[in-house]
């Protein structure tokens, strides 16, 4: 069982900018500390949900700050950036960190980071298809050449090449079933945080992606799934809930706000997540915390973690440690107890 921590960087009314960020700086030091196995950062814009806009600066950084831990994104999102930059800027990334990077692309989900870029949201599949093989080809080959309907390179030779070979292992974001199938005929590792997806769903999505992924490529070996899910820890299971009530109701109603246009008509791509977003609205504390979370003392998120591995085979967990504006030297306990008395019981 492998563990991991995700950075989102959401900044509350009661913070500042600048304490968002020495704080996400001093979890991924201790994320090192602790024997974590990564930790993954969250690319947004516009708003407070996520105040990360650029991956590459802060990965960088943390690169400067810890000795084993590997650096995950989740995820650059394709259609905002030309993959010949996000080429260069993450190769130099994997250079800085000795080759520790996981990198992980997606299409992008809020049609208010579209709108402030100016960008449309139809076709993003599309989109982040050419961006993939534009970005693949400039990791991989001596001089790159692409003609697309997005995207046009002629013989141009880029640098600087990530240190790994042949190229950092590729991720991306799933949500929707068919994602996971054609996620592994590409030959990507997946992101997912099934909050309140049923796990028979979600098993029959995993089992989908392993056997896509062997009748592609005649092998298992290179496939991979990493769950994220909301944990927290405390002395005491009621502890945990009280520490996590209010900032998981801000966090799913914030992401309600942002995950779909209220009143527009969303691209045919994006038409699940209008669904969400009602399913957001609806929620109860009570039901995020069941579902969406794992929280309790050591021993309760143990027990649940496994029951995740027994039902799902889930084997490598994003925990999101800090979400929702759960205070720092809360975070930092819970992230201790994990690391301390939950991770020692699955190696």
Same mark, same amino acid.
């Given at each position: 069982?492998?563990?991991?921590?995700?950075?989102?960087?959401?900044?509350?009314?009661?913070?500042?900018?600048?304490?968002?960020?020495?704080?996400?700086?001093?979890?991924?030091?201790?994320?090192?500390?602790?024997?974590?196995?990564?930790?993954?950062?969250?690319?947004?814009?516009?708003?407070?949900?996520?105040?990360?806009?650029?991956?590459?600066?802060?990965?960088?950084?943390?690169?400067?700050?810890?000795?084993?831990?590997?650096?995950?994104?989740?995820?650059?999102?394709?259609?905002?950036?030309?993959?010949?930059?996000?080429?260069?800027?993450?190769?130099?990334?994997?250079?800085?960190? !000795?080759?520790?990077?996981?990198?992980?692309?997606?299409?992008?989900?809020?049609?208010?980071?579209?709108?402030?870029?100016?960008?449309?949201?139809?076709?993003?599949?599309?989109?982040?298809?050419?961006?993939?093989?534009?970005?693949?080809?400039?990791?991989?080959?001596?001089?790159?050449?692409?003609?697309?309907?997005?995207?046009?390179?002629?013989?141009? #030779?880029?640098?600087?090449?990530?240190?790994?070979?042949?190229?950092?292992?590729?991720?991306?974001?799933?949500?929707?079933? !068919?994602?996971?199938?054609?996620?592994?005929?590409?030959?990507?590792?997946?992101?997912?945080?099934?909050? $309140?997806?049923?796990?028979?769903?979600?098993?029959?999505?995993?089992?989908?992606?392993?056997?896509?992924?062997?009748?592609?490529?005649?092998?298992?070996?290179?496939?991979?799934?990493?769950?994220?899910?909301?944990?927290?820890?405390?002395?005491?299971? #009621?502890?945990?809930?009280?520490?996590?009530?209010?900032?998981?109701?801000?966090? $799913?109603?914030?992401?309600?706000?942002?995950?779909?246009?209220?009143?527009?008509?969303?691209?045919?791509?994006?038409?699940?997540?209008?669904?969400?977003?009602?399913?957001?609205?609806?929620?109860?504390?009570?039901?995020?915390?069941?579902?969406?979370?794992?929280?309790?003392?050591?021993?309760?998120?143990?027990?649940?973690?496994?029951?995740?591995?027994?039902?799902?085979?889930?084997?490598?967990?994003?925990?999101?440690?800090?979400?929702?504006?759960?205070?720092?030297?809360?975070?930092?306990?819970?992230?201790?107890? $994990?690391?301390?008395?939950?991770?020692?019981?699955?190696?």
């Amino acid at each position: 069982m492998r563990f991991c921590i995700q950075q989102l960087l959401t900044f509350r009314d009661w913070q500042t900018e600048a304490e968002v960020y020495a704080h996400a700086l001093e979890e991924a030091r201790l994320a090192d500390e602790l024997g974590f196995e990564a930790v993954w950062l969250a690319e947004h814009h516009f708003s407070s949900y996520g105040i990360c806009p650029s991956l590459a600066v802060l990965a960088a950084a943390i690169a400067r700050e810890t000795r084993r831990v590997r650096l995950g994104t989740s995820v650059v999102v394709a259609p905002f950036a030309h993959p010949l930059r996000i080429a260069e800027e993450w190769a130099m990334v994997d250079i800085l960190s !000795d080759g520790r990077l996981e990198f992980g692309l997606g299409r992008g989900y809020q049609p208010k980071e579209f709108q402030g870029f100016s960008i449309s949201m139809e076709k993003t599949r599309e989109r982040f298809d050419e961006c993939l093989e534009v970005i693949r080809r400039a990791w991989t080959q001596e001089r790159v050449t692409f003609e697309g309907e997005f995207y046009t390179v002629r013989d141009l #030779r880029v640098l600087p090449k990530p240190i790994q070979q042949p190229h950092p292992p590729f991720w991306t974001a799933a949500v929707s079933p !068919d994602t996971f199938t054609l996620a592994a005929r590409m030959k990507l590792k997946i992101l997912t945080a099934p909050s $309140f997806t049923p796990w028979d769903i979600l098993r029959k999505n995993f089992d989908m992606y392993r056997a896509a992924w062997q009748e592609a490529h005649g092998t298992d070996a290179g496939s991979d799934i990493a769950m994220n899910k909301i944990i927290h820890v405390a002395d005491s299971s #009621r502890q945990a809930r009280d520490d996590l009530r209010e900032p998981i109701r801000w966090f $799913f109603r914030t992401q309600a706000d942002l995950i779909a246009d209220p009143v527009g008509v969303p691209p045919a791509q994006y038409k699940f997540y209008k669904r969400v977003r009602e399913n957001l609205l609806s929620l109860s504390d009570e039901n995020a915390l069941e579902q969406a979370a794992i929280c309790g003392d050591p021993e309760e998120v143990a027990d649940k973690i496994r029951q995740h591995h027994e039902a799902l085979g889930v084997t490598y967990f994003m925990g999101s440690f800090n979400r929702g504006g759960i205070p720092h030297d809360r975070i930092v306990r819970s992230m201790r107890l $994990f690391g301390e008395k939950v991770m020692p019981r699955f190696t």
